[in-house]
């Protein structure tokens, strides 16, 4: 039985890669047409992929966070329409 190969011997993905490829599982899963093994392993491959979106989503938020913390004029203020159509 050949070795199954595990994400740990894959290099890791970035945000895109990873969402492309969920994207794959989800259309090949919504088929219906994968034989049970197929279907188990694509779901956990499709966990896998979730689990490095979000890991990568929060590590962003939280350099964005750190970004404006340490930016002083970053404050946010809110859109004012009237203001941006009085100056023109």
Do not use: N
Not at 2 to 14: G, I, M, N, V
Not at 30 to 51: H, I, N, Y
Not at 57 to 76: F, G, N, P, R, T
């Amino acid at each position: 039985m050949a070795a199954r190969k595990t994400d740990k011997d894959s290099p890791p993905l970035d945000f895109e890669a990873a969402m492309r490829e969920l994207e794959s599982v989800v259309e090949r899963l919504e088929k219906g047409d994968l034989p049970l093994e197929e279907s188990l392993a694509a779901f956990e491959r499709g966990v896998a992929l979730t689990r490095t979106c979000q890991t990568a989503l929060k590590e962003a938020e939280h350099k964005v966070d750190i970004l404006m913390k340490k930016s002083s004029d970053a404050a946010a203020q809110e859109f004012d329409a009237s203001e941006d159509s009085a100056a023109e």
